[in-house]
């Protein structure tokens, strides 16, 4: 197969290789960055995985989309350093499952691509000898992944913004104990302060010797290792007494649509999937998308217990619509309208309240014993609703996503069953950790005299 390369969106930029789509993040027409040929994986090759490492199936999916670019050698050096943790396939009943994404650093299912886009950047940056500095704004979550995704690695610094007041006690201890290239600055605003100020240093001529680069959802680096998770627990799940291949339904809770858009890839390499149930909360442009075919995005975005997925537009969406056909604009206006036939043969779009939310995490608990926290309960009332309307066999093979640990949302799990979620390892031993962070003031001018006695841009 020939070399792959990396379109935009936007189709106004040149195709470039998948390092250089990875370290710039954004294409240069603000487009999002996607392989202009999906490879295959046949038959025999998926027969071929059961009972392979998560680590060995990674650095395959890798290989087939960076051809030449990076010898397998390395690849498997990087996906066994990035993937060190469990994936646990648990079963619930028939041969219905929740696959735990939650046993990474951070207990959360984006430790999966940060880590593996992280050693990607480190290999790329070295052989080019440069460095580049990462900057992120968090309301909490993210933030704590991408500190940890690039903790410790080389030719990278990592400075994240978070708004001092709204981010809790363990999500910021999850950060500031890190140090090493790792800086961590609460800044004496909102989040949307801190997301701006970053957007400004960003376009700001000043600082172009700091080489930023941004980690965000978009990165083409983060894409690729979602596809891996659908591979792995289909080909670790499915029969293996028939040379047939089953089909599977897979179900994703969903905000910005990378986990998503991971199992689009996916299917189009040949994975049997028969549906993707996208499971969001209350803010539900997608399912209004795909019953009006009209596209609204809900701004400013609705306050959720799955608060991961509080998402009113989301930014791969972009990516989708391309994929079937048609084209989205980065501000969320369709130009050419997707083959909305073949999407509702693929997806079942659904939004669930809050208060589902709550009944699903009780009734998981109650009628399976399974414990969920708020995102992955979105995704399994989805689940519940498709086994009764569509009734599949008992036979027939689901796995539903679980995209972080119940120890993060401990209210909603004790509101919902009187019990508090055991800690996992990542996440106990905070307490006793001494903390290092700066504050400044919420404002670019305060951030750019920080960035210059931090990092030096006046040199
Ligand atoms: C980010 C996140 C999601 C949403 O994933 P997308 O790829 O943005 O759709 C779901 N659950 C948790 C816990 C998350 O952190």
């Known amino acids: 197969m ?26 240069p027409d603000k487009g999002l ?19 392979k490492q998560y680590y060995e199936i990674a650095a395959l999916v890798f290989s087939k989309f960076l051809g030449e670019e990076v010898p397998m050698n390395d690849l498997l050096a990087m996906t066994k350093d990035a993937y060190n943790f469990d994936v646990p396939l648990e079963n619930v009943i028939d041969r219905k499952y929740v696959m735990r994404l939650d046993q990474g650093p951070t207990a959360s299912f ?19 000898n440069v460095n580049k500095l990462i900057l992120t704004a968090t309301s909490g979550d993210t933030g704590s992944a991408m500190a940890h995704a690039f903790y410790g690695l080389n030719n990278i610094q990592i400075a994240v913004l978070f708004p001092e007041k709204e981010v809790s006690d363990r999500q910021r201890k999850q950060m500031t104990t890190l140090q090493k290239n790792v800086q961590i600055i609460a800044i004496d605003g909102k989040f949307d302060d801190a997301q701006a100020m970053v957007k400004q240093a960003f376009s700001d001529p000043d600082l172009e010797c700091l080489n930023f680069t941004s980690s965000n959802s978009i990165n083409i680096g983060r894409l690729i290792p979602q596809i891996v998770y659908y591979i792995y627990s289909y080909t670790q799940l499915r029969k293996q007494d028939s040379d047939e291949l089953e089909s599977v339904v897979f179900c994703i809770p969903s905000g910005n649509f990378g986990d998503m858009m991971g199992c689009v890839l996916a299917t189009k390499m040949g ?18 998308l795909m019953k009006t075919h009209k596209y609204n995005k809900i701004e400013p975005s609705k306050n959720c217990l799955s608060s991961a997925m509080n998402v009113g537009h989301p930014s791969n969406l972009a990516r989708l619509i391309e994929l079937y056909g048609g084209n989205m604009d980065e501000k969320g206006n369709i130009l050419k309208e997707p083959d909305f036939v073949a999407m509702d043969k693929m ?20 009628k399976y014993h399974v414990m969920l926290e708020p995102h992955g309960a979105v995704g399994w009332k989805c689940v519940e609703d498709y086994l009764a309307s569509e009734k599949p066999s008992e036979d027939q093979l689901l796995i539903s996503l679980e995209t972080a640990h119940p120890a993060k949302f401990p209210k909603a799990i004790i509101d919902a069953i009187g019990v508090d979620p055991e ?12 903390e290092y962070f700066d504050k400044i003031e919420g404002n670019y001018p305060a951030f750019k005299e920080y960035l210059d006695k931090r990092y030096g841009w006046r040199k």
């Open 110 to 128: 984006k430790d999966f691509a940060g880590r593996m886009m992280g050693r990607m950047m480190q290999y790329f940056l070295k052989r080019q």
């Open 347 to 366: 997806f079942v779009a659904q939004s669930v309240t809050d208060a589902e939310t709550r009944e699903t995490i009780k009734l998981a608990w109650d």
């Open 2 to 27: 020939a070399q792959i390369k990396y379109f935009s969106t936007n189709h106004k930029a040149s195709e470039v290789t998948f390092g250089e789509a990875l370290l710039k993040g954004l294409a």
């Open 423 to 434: 800690l996992p390892e990542s996440l106990s031993g905070l307490e006793g950790k001494e």
């Open 33 to 51: 960055f996607m392989p202009n040929a999906i490879p295959s994986f046949s038959k025999e090759e998926l027969n071929a995985l059961k009972g």
């Open 271 to 288: 994975l049997p999937v028969k549906k993707i149930l996208v499971a969001t909360n209350e803010n539900d442009e997608f399912e209004k």
